[in-house]
């Protein structure tokens, strides 16, 4: 059973840094094309950032150069440095697992129609 736990949520001001964990268990972590997405009350989950299994890697145009994502396939974990935080990234963040499949690679990586798995998410609160 898949199953992913996020942490390292929390509040800070803005220009400060975060870094959220996404704890994978119950698949093979290699095989899988991974992903961030935020939410905010009254707006659908948008993609944020995304990582397949040759790590390339795929960014939101409002976070490229201050978001990094990146695994750790021996701790079967996911990450999300968050840097130059500003309060329009507030939102409840969600890691996100889906198998590549036979295709070998992950189309359309920021739709989070493609992901079948999810946590239960993790709030980040960026005050001005």
């Known amino acids: 059973q898949v199953q992913l736990v996020e942490s390292g949520g929390g509040s800070v001001q803005a220009g400060g840094s975060l870094r959220l964990s996404c704890a994978a268990s119950?698949?093979?972590?290699?095989?899988?094309?991974m992903g961030w997405f935020r939410q905010v009350p009254g707006k659908e989950r948008e993609g944020v950032a995304a990582?397949?299994?040759?790590?390339?890697?795929t960014y939101a145009d409002s976070v490229k150069g201050r978001f990094t994502i990146s695994q750790d396939s021996a701790k079967n974990t996911l990450y999300l440095q968050m840097n130059s935080l500003k309060p329009e990234d507030t939102g409840m963040y969600y890691c996100?697992?889906?198998?590549?499949?036979?295709?070998?690679?992950?189309?359309?990586?920021?739709?989070?129609?493609?992901?079948?798995?999810w946590g239960q998410g993790t709030q980040v609160t960026v005050s001005s």
């Open positions: 119950g698949y093979t972590f290699s095989n899988y094309c």
């Open positions: 990582i397949e299994p040759d790590r390339y890697t």
């Open positions: 996100a697992a889906d198998p590549v499949g036979w295709i070998g690679y992950c189309p359309t990586p920021l739709n989070l129609r493609r992901y079948n798995y």
